[in-house]
């Protein structure tokens, strides 16, 4: 039988509160590592994961943006001399 999956939603900040609360369970030192760990470990994977890709997903969208921005001030330059002349006359 297979696990079920569901879809939880975290803010970025949640998702870094529970990757500390996992490192805390990671690093309590036990002889092997016991069989109730490793799904732990494997969340705390994920999240940082999770966590990396958020962080990436921001770096992109503030890329764009600027490049949009770059870009509609080269079609359209801004001239105030210009703009000052258009309101004078």
Known sequence: MTEPVV????TQSEVKK???????????????VPDWKKPYIQLLKDLEKINNDID???KSRNEKVASESF??????PKCNVCEDWHRKG
């Open 71 to 76: 870009k509609e001030e080269s079609i359209n």
């Open 7 to 10: 879809t939880i939603k975290f």
């Open 18 to 32: 529970l990757i500390e609360s996992l490192k805390v369970i990671k690093d309590v030192k036990l002889p092997p």
């Open 56 to 58: 990436d997903a921001k």
